[in-house]
């Protein structure tokens, strides 16, 4: 039987395996693609079509590695628990020590008649 812990771990590592693999299936076939059609010819249009399917595929493959945070975010209740403690520690942390308020005395004024 396995624990609450294994089962989210399990959930993370999965949806983390998921994004990971879509985003470099999408980029390997995209460099794949650009290294059969490299001696085609092609016209302005199209090698700024392919560099910028080239860019965006590229930028896609980071997505399981940058997401990491969010996937864990959504599938472990625990550790959005803890977060949400860190977060509440952090802002009273900032309303107590950081944030100033106005220290200024009052000044009271003389007026001359």
Do not use: D
Request: charged fraction near 10%; proline fraction near 3%; include cysteine.
């Amino acid at each position: 039987m396995r624990t609450q812990v294994q089962q989210q771990l399990t959930q993370m590592v999965s949806a983390q395996a998921f994004f990971v693999l879509i985003g470099m299936m999408a980029y390997t076939t995209q460099t794949i693609y650009n290294l059969l059609t490299m001696s085609t010819p092609k016209n302005a249009l199209r090698q700024a079509e392919e560099n910028v399917a080239l860019t965006i595929t590229g930028v896609l493959s980071y997505t399981g590695y940058v997401f990491n945070f969010y996937i864990y975010m959504v599938v472990s209740p625990s550790l959005r628990k803890q977060f949400k403690q860190l977060i509440k520690q952090f802002l009273h942390y900032l309303t107590c020590h950081i944030i100033i308020t106005n220290r200024t005395a009052p000044v009271h004024i003389i007026y001359n008649n």
